[in-house]
């Protein structure tokens, strides 16, 4: 409960720039439009929409990294912060207080991009909300790197450092091609991270695959609790060294 009313107040400041949370949920929109105009005139079936949209629907939950680091950064150096580090708030509540105002814009982004997906070809029926619980997992771990990366840099390397990850997140993922295709190393690695995982796991859920979503899932838990887990820790270490 105590989290409750800082998590009010950075979802305030969240709403303060809604150009960028427009861009946030509507980019994913914009290339999952054009990767269907793509299979339309190439049929290619990992553009197929049942394929695509979850994948999409991970990439779009990658920009949540900025979003959590730019703001958990900004705070870190501002006189706001520093008051509030002489109240009862634990490092978890703080954190927790920044997760909060995330998810509904997780979720927001997932749905959007679903409902967009269902007029284009993705079936419309219960899996769709197994997919969306599958993507739950996801938007942690990635709302946990952003808040990693703001307790250990300033808000202009968040910035940069995010964009690496978007792009790492892109290309190790198999949303646009199939790692196993490479094969080698590069699939090695895609999926000992878990941004392949997470995508593999919506997709199975999204097209009714049940067996194949737990091993999946499991990575990109695992992911999740050991980053926010270390965001918690860092988040502390930082308060211990401003107020020692």
């Known amino acids: 409960m105590r989290s409750i009313p800082f998590a009010s107040r950075n979802l305030k400041e969240l709403l303060r720039d809604p150009l960028t949370i427009i861009f946030c949920v509507g980019f994913p929109v914009i290339l999952l439009l054009?990767?269907?105009a793509i299979q339309s005139n190439i049929p290619v079936s990992l553009f197929e929409v049942p394929t695509l949209a979850?994948?999409?629907?991970?990439?779009?939950?990658?920009?949540?990294t900025l979003f959590a680091g730019s703001l958990l950064a900004k705070d870190r150096t501002s006189?706001?912060?520093?008051?509030?580090?002489?109240?009862?708030?634990?490092?978890?509540?703080?954190i927790l207080g920044y997760i909060l105002p995330l998810i509904p814009i997780a979720a927001a982004q997932s749905i959007i991009c679903f409902a967009v997906s269902i007029p284009l070809g993705l079936p419309f029926d219960?899996?769709?909300?197994?997919?969306?619980?599958?993507l739950l997992p996801a938007a942690f771990l990635f709302i946990g790197i952003g808040l990693l990366l703001g307790s250990l840099v300033g808000d202009k390397a968040?910035?940069?450092?995010?964009?690496?990850?978007?792009?790492?997140?892109?290309?190790?993922?198999?949303?646009?091609?199939?790692?196993?295709?490479?094969?080698?190393?590069?699939e090695t690695v895609s999926y000992l991270l878990p941004f392949a995982h997470a995508v593999d796991a919506a997709r199975a859920a999204a097209t009714g695959n049940y067996p194949e979503i737990t091993p999946h899932l499991w990575w990109v838990i695992g992911y999740a609790a050991v980053i926010l887990a270390a965001a918690i820790f860092v988040f502390g270490w930082k308060i211990k060294r401003q107020n020692g």
């Open 79 to 94: 006189s706001f912060l520093m008051r509030l580090y002489t109240t009862p708030l634990t490092s978890f509540d703080f």
């Open 54 to 64: 979850p994948g999409i629907a991970v990439f779009g939950l990658s920009f949540i």
């Open 158 to 186: 968040v910035g940069g450092i995010s964009s690496i990850l978007i792009n790492v997140a892109a290309w190790l993922s198999g949303i646009w091609f199939d790692v196993k295709l490479v094969g080698g190393a590069f």
């Open 34 to 36: 054009l990767f269907y």
């Open 126 to 134: 219960p899996n769709l909300l197994l997919a969306l619980a599958v």
